[in-house]
C-alpha cells in the first residue's frame, strides 16, 4: 500500500556542485538536477565537501548543523556538518580541513584517502540528518563517493535507519575511476578482512578501483546519455569496465542532462553584449560583431564564426582540429578557441592565430565570461569528440541559436538531429567517424548553407533554439527510478509502472486500454488460467495481430474475473473428484446450449463472415453494444430453429471452415473445419433426445450466459470460454486453435449460471469429464 503521506527523501552526493564549486560537466548536474527534484515535489539534501576555495559569502551563510567522528581504517577523523539553505535546496558540506582545505579539488596524492573518507562521511551522515529525513535514496555521483554503496552494505547493513536505504550510482566520465594501490585496503578502507568486499573491489594483483565497487555495490548504475550507456559495455568506450557493465546491464539506463536554461537564456542574460529572443535574433548579430571586434578577427557578417570552448585534449577531438584547421581556415571560415590544456595542442592553436591574421584567435585560458560571449557570438560550435558522456556545450549553443558541429557519440548524438537539406529538419551537423576529413566536410557542409541558403540556416537556428533541454525531462526520469525502488511511497504526479507491465505479454498491453491500476493483478492472473487449458495458447497469442479489441473486451470484465476465480478454481476441483455430478449437469445443459449454438449458426455466421473485417477493427464499446443486441434475439432464433438441428449443424460447420480461411492461418483453418464433421452425430443424438424438455430452458439459458456459449458450443465446443464478444469473428476461431489441442471435446460443459471467467476454466474441466464417460 502506497504511502500519500510521505516525500521522496534523497541525499545527493558529489564532489562538486556549482556555485560553490565546479571543474567540469559533474559541477552543473549537482548544482541542477537537486533543484529539479525538489520542484516535482522531492525533499534533496546535496552532500559536497567543504572546499577552501569556495567563496566566502556563501561560508557565511553556513550554519554548524552536527559533528561527529567516522572510523577510517585505524583512523577516527573529524567530521562537521555545515547546513546551507539556497535556491530551495538543503546542502549539508562535509568539513574536514585536513582532507578538504586546499586550493583545488582534486590533484593530490592522497585523494584514494580523502575521497574514501568522504565517501564513509556520507553513509555515517544518514543518521544525523535534520529530524524528520529519513533517507530512501542515496544517490552518488562518480568515483569521489563510489564507495558509499560498498561502505554502506558491508558496514551498516542490518541497522534500522539503513534498511530502507537504496542507492544510485551515476558515472559521468567512465574514464575517471579511481584506481589506486591495493594498500589502502586495510590502513584505509578496512574492508581487507571481508573477502567478498576486497575481491570485488580488486582490478588486478595490487590494485583496487573505487568506482568498479561501486558498479557492483549499486542497486541502480546511470548514465548521462542513452548512447553512452550503451556505449561503455563495449571495449572500445568501456576503459576495462565493459565487463561488469555488461553483466549488470539490467541495472544500468541512461538519462540525458538537462541545462539550466533560465541562467542559459539569450533573452536575459546579462553577460552578452546584447539580448535576443527566437523570434527576434537581431541581437545575436550584435554579439558576433561586437567579439569579432575583441578577439582581433575582422568584422564581417558574411563570413561564418565558428567556435570552441573545451579543454584542450585528444578526448575532445583536438588531434582533428590539428589536422584540418589549415583547410578550414583557408576555406573563409572565421574560428576562436578558448580553453587550456596539452601543452602540444595550445602551442599548435598560437601556431594558427599567427598564421591566419584576423581569421583565427586562441585564448589559452579559462575564461566563463568570455566563454559565454563566444556561445551567443557564434554561428557554428565545433565539438569533435573522440567520447562524449554526454556534454553540455552543444547544448548551451543551441540555446544560444549556434549550431553545433559533433561526431556521433555519446551524448553528442542524443542531443543534436543532422541537418537533412531534403526536409529541412535538423538541429545541427554531425558525421560518423574520428576521421579529420570528415570533420573538415561536416563544417564545409554547415558554411556552405550559411553562405548560399541563408533562409534555410535561419529555419535550422530556429528549430536548434526551440529544443526543450530542461532538467524538469530529466529529473522525472531520475523520479522514475526512484519510485521503482521504492513502490510503497506514492508519486505525487502520475506514476508510470511500466517495469512492472513489461514482464507479463497481457498485462504490457494494459496501457492500451488505459485500465485503472487496481485492474492490473486481475489482468495477470488470466495467462494461468490460459496455461491450464493449453499450453500452447499463450504461444499463439503473440502471432494474432489484431485481437487487440479482443483482448480490450476481455479485460474490461478483469473486475468481475477477480471476484469469481477463486469460485471457479472451487468448483474445477470439485468437478475432477465428482464426475457423476459433472455429467448429470452436463446431459441437463447439452441439448439447451446445442440448440442455442445451432439456432444462431446459420444465420449469425453468415453476417459475421460478410463482417468480418469490420468487426475485427471495430471500437470495444460497439462491440459491447452487439452483444447485447445479439443476446435478445438468440432465444428467438433458437425456438425458430430448433427442428433442422442436424441441418443447421452441418451448414455451420462449412460456414465457419469458410470464416476461419479468412481470419486465421491455414492450420488453424484445418483444426476447425475437420472437428465439426468428426463430431456431429454424437451432438445431434443428445440433442434429439433431449430437445422437447430443454427448450424453455434455453431461452432462459440465452438471455443469461456469456455471447461465448452460442457462439462456440456448435461442434468445437471449447471455443466457448475466451470470447465475451459477439460481432468478431477471429476472436473465435483464435480460441478454439488455443483450446483445441489440448481437449478435442464435442460439447460445452459452460453452464448458464456462472459468470464469464468460470465458464473458461470450468467448461474443460467438465468437458474432459464428458469425453471419459462417452
Same mark, same amino acid.
Given at each position: ?37 525538489? &520542484? ?37 577523523e573529524y567530521c562537521g556538518l555545515e547546513k546551507l539553505e539556497h535556491d530551495g ?30 565517501? +564513509?562521511?556520507?553513509?555515517? =551522515? ?51 575511476? $579511481? ?35 561501486? @558498479? &557492483? ?39 540525458? *542532462? ?99 591574421? $584576423? ?6 585560458? %579559462? ?6 560571449? #563566444? ?16 556534454? @553540455? ?5 543551441? &540555446? ?6 559533433? &561526431? ?11 541537418? *537533412? ?5 535538423? /538541429?545541427?551537423? =554531425? ?10 566536410? !561536416? ?6 548553407? %550559411? ?13 536548434? #533554439? ?52 487496481v485492474e492490473a493483478e486481475p489482468a495477470k492472473a488470466e495467462p494461468e488460467v ?19 479489441? +479482443? ?16 469460485? !471457479? ?92 480461411? !479468412? ?81 478435442? /471435446? ?29
Open positions: 500500500m502506497a504511502d500519500s503521506s510521505k516525500k521522496m527523501q534523497i541525499v545527493f552526493a558529489s564532489a562538486e556542485c556549482a556555485p560553490f564549486v565546479k571543474t567540469g560537466g559533474l559541477g552543473d548536474v549537482a548544482g541542477s538536477l537537486p533543484a529539479a527534484l525538489v &520542484r516535482a515535489g522531492a525533499e534533496v539534501i546535496v552532500m559536497v565537501p567543504k572546499y577552501a576555495t569556495i567563496k566566502d559569502e556563501y561560508k557565511s551563510q553556513m550554519e554548524h548543523f552536527s559533528d561527529f567522528y567516522v572510523s577510517l581504517g585505524w583512523r577516527n535546496v538543503t546542502y549539508m558540506f562535509i568539513d574536514n580541513e585536513r582532507y578538504f582545505a586546499r586550493d583545488y579539488p582534486y590533484g593530490f596524492f592522497d585523494d584514494g584517502e580523502r575521497f574514501a573518507f568522504f565517501s +564513509k562521511a556520507i553513509t555515517e =551522515s544518514l543518521q544525523h540528518l535534520p529530524a524528520g529525513f529519513e533517507c530512501d535514496i542515496l544517490h552518488c555521483n562518480d568515483w569521489q563517493t563510489a564507495l558509499a554503496p560498498v561502505f554502506l552494505r558491508e558496514f551498516y547493513q542490518g541497522l534500522p535507519l539503513y534498511d530502507r536505504v537504496k542507492t544510485v550510482f551515476s558515472i559521468h566520465n567512465v574514464a575517471f575511476q $579511481g584506481q589506486f594501490s591495493d594498500t589502502v585496503m586495510e590502513d584505509i578502507l578496512g574492508v581487507a578482512h571481508i573477502p567478498a568486499a576486497a575481491s570485488q573491489l580488486r582490478c588486478d594483483a595490487c590494485s583496487i578501483n573505487y568506482m568498479l565497487g561501486a @558498479l &557492483r555495490y549499486a542497486d541502480a548504475i546511470t548514465t548521462v546519455s542513452p548512447t553512452y550507456a550503451n556505449e561503455i559495455q563495449t571495449p572500445e568506450f568501456g576503459e576495462g569496465l565493459d565487463g561488469v557493465l555488461r553483466e549488470r546491464s539490467y541495472a544500468l539506463q541512461g538519462i540525458l *542532462n538537462g541545462i539550466d536554461v533560465a541562467g542559459f537564456d539569450p533573452a536575459t542574460d546579462k553577460r552578452i553584449a546584447a539580448n535576443y529572443t527566437v523570434e527576434d535574433r537581431s541581437g545575436k548579430a550584435v554579439c558576433k560583431a561586437k567579439l569579432q571586434e575583441e578577439l582581433g578577427l575582422e568584422v564581417r557578417d558574411d563570413r561564418p564564426l565558428m567556435v570552441m570552448v573545451t579543454r584542450l585534449t585528444r578526448q575532445k577531438g583536438m588531434d582533428l582540429v590539428m589536422y584540418a584547421l589549415d583547410r578550414i581556415l583557408s576555406g573563409g571560415v572565421q574560428v576562436a578557441v578558448l580553453g587550456t590544456g596539452d601543452r602540444d595542442y595550445e602551442d599548435g592553436l598560437r601556431y594558427f592565430q599567427d598564421k591566419y591574421p $584576423g581569421t583565427m584567435a586562441a585564448r589559452i585560458e %579559462f575564461d566563463p565570461a568570455l566563454s559565454q560571449r #563566444m556561445y551567443a557570438a557564434a554561428d557554428m560550435f565545433l565539438m569533435p569528440s573522440k567520447f562524449e558522456p554526454c556534454g @553540455l556545450s552543444q547544448i548551451i549553443a543551441m &540555446r544560444y541559436g549556434t549550431l553545433p558541429i559533433v &561526431r556521433e557519440t555519446g551524448g553528442l548524438k542524443d542531443t543534436v538531429q543532422p541537418y *537533412n537539406e531534403f526536409t529541412g529538419e535538423g /538541429t545541427g551537423f =554531425s558525421f560518423s567517424n574520428f576521421n579529420g576529413d570528415e570533420m573538415g566536410d !561536416a563544417v564545409f557542409r554547415a558554411a556552405r548553407l %550559411f553562405w548560399d541558403n541563408r533562409d534555410a540556416w535561419n529555419q535550422l537556428v530556429t528549430q536548434a #533554439m526551440s529544443q526543450d533541454f530542461s532538467w524538469t525531462r530529466s529529473a522525472d526520469k531520475y523520479l522514475d527510478l526512484y519510485f521503482f525502488m521504492h513502490p510503497e511511497i506514492e508519486r505525487p504526479a502520475a506514476v508510470v509502472d511500466e517495469p512492472e507491465a513489461a514482464p507479463d505479454p497481457v498485462a504490457a498491453e494494459e496501457p492500451k486500454a488505459e485500465e485503472k491500476p490460459k496455461a491450464e487449458v493449453a499450453p500452447e495458447a499463450e504461444t499463439e497469442v503473440k502471432p494474432a495481430a489484431k485481437p487487440a479489441a +479482443k483482448k480490450t473486451t476481455t479485460r474490461k470484465t478483469t473486475a468481475k474475473k477477480a471476484t469469481t476465480t477463486k469460485t !471457479a478454481a472451487t468448483k474445477t476441483a470439485a468437478a475432477k473428484t465428482t464426475a457423476a455430478k459433472a455429467t448429470t449437469t452436463r446431459k441437463r445443459t447439452t441439448a439447451a446450449a446445442k440448440k442455442a449454438a445451432e439456432a444462431e449458426a446459420a444465420p449469425e455466421v453468415k453476417a459475421e463472415v460478410a463482417d468480418a473485417k469490420p468487426a475485427a477493427k471495430a471500437p470495444v464499446k460497439t462491440a459491447a453494444k452487439k452483444t447485447t443486441t445479439t443476446k435478445t434475439t438468440t432465444a428467438k432464433k433458437a425456438t425458430a430453429t430448433k427442428s433442422t438441428t442436424t441441418k443447421a449443424a452441418a451448414t455451420k460447420a462449412a460456414t465457419k471452415t469458410t470464416t476461419k480461411a !479468412a481470419a486465421k492461418p491455414a492450420v488453424k483453418v484445418e483444426e476447425a473445419g475437420a472437428e465439426p464433421k468428426a463430431e456431429a452425430k454424437p451432438a445431434a443424438k443428445t440433442t434429439t433426445r433431449k430437445r422437447a424438455t430443454t427448450t424453455a430452458k434455453k431461452a432462459t439459458t440465452k438471455a443469461a450466459a456469456p455471447k461465448a456459449e452460442a457462439t462456440a458450443e456448435d461442434k468445437p465446443a471449447v471455443k466457448a470460454e475466451p470470447a465475451p464478444k459477439a460481432a468478431e469473428v477471429k476472436t473465435a476461431p483464435k480460441a478454439t486453435a488455443k483450446t483445441e489441442p489440448a481437449k478435442e /471435446t464435442p460439447v460445452s460443459p459452460a453452464a448458464p449460471a456462472e459468470k464469464k471467467a468460470p465458464s473458461k476454466k470450468t467448461s474443460v474441466r467438465k468437458a474432459t469429464a464428458t469425453r471419459k464417460r462417452r
